[in-house]
Nanobody
Framework: QVQLVESGGGLVHPGGSLKLSCVAS????????MGWYRQGPGKQRELVAS???????NYADSVKGRFTISRDNAENMAYLQMNSLAPEDTDVYYC?????????WGQGTQVTVSS
C-alpha cells in the first residue's frame, strides 16, 4: 500500500500563487507516475497535471502556462506550482500515484481563489 499526503492548499487572491506538495510513503517499489487532480462540488474529478518517473509531463489545457508539476523521485514527492490563480481554480486538489498498475489517492487539499 502507498499512502499519499498533500499539503499547501489554502486561500489566495486572484492572480496569486500556491505550491502544493505530496509525499508518498508505505510500501514503495516503483512509482511510475504521479499526478494532481481536482474536483469541485457536483463535478467529476479531472486531471490537472501528471509526471512520469522520467519527467514527461501532461497538463490540462486550462492550466497550461500557469501550473508546473515536478517530482523528486528520491524523496517520493510531487509538487504543483500554481501561478496566476483564478476563481475557477477553486477545488479540492488530490495527489495521485501509480505503482504496479494500481492507483493511489491522497485525501485532498482545498484550494480557494477569492478576493
Amino acid at each position: 500500500q502507498v499512502q499519499l499526503v498533500e499539503s499547501g492548499g489554502g486561500l489566495v487572491h486572484p492572480g496569486g500563487s500556491l505550491k502544493l506538495s505530496c509525499v508518498a510513503s508505505g510500501t514503495i517499489v516503483r512509482i511510475v507516475s504521479m499526478g494532481w487532480y481536482r474536483q469541485g462540488p457536483g463535478k467529476q474529478r479531472e486531471l490537472v497535471a501528471s509526471i512520469t518517473r522520467t519527467g514527461d509531463t501532461n497538463y490540462a489545457d486550462s492550466v497550461k502556462g500557469r501550473f508546473t508539476i515536478s517530482r523528486d523521485n528520491a524523496e517520493n514527492m510531487a509538487y504543483l506550482q500554481m501561478n496566476s490563480l483564478a476563481p475557477e481554480d477553486t477545488d479540492v486538489y488530490y495527489c495521485q500515484a501509480t505503482q504496479l498498475n494500481r492507483f493511489y489517492w491522497g485525501q485532498g487539499t482545498q484550494v480557494t481563489v477569492s478576493s
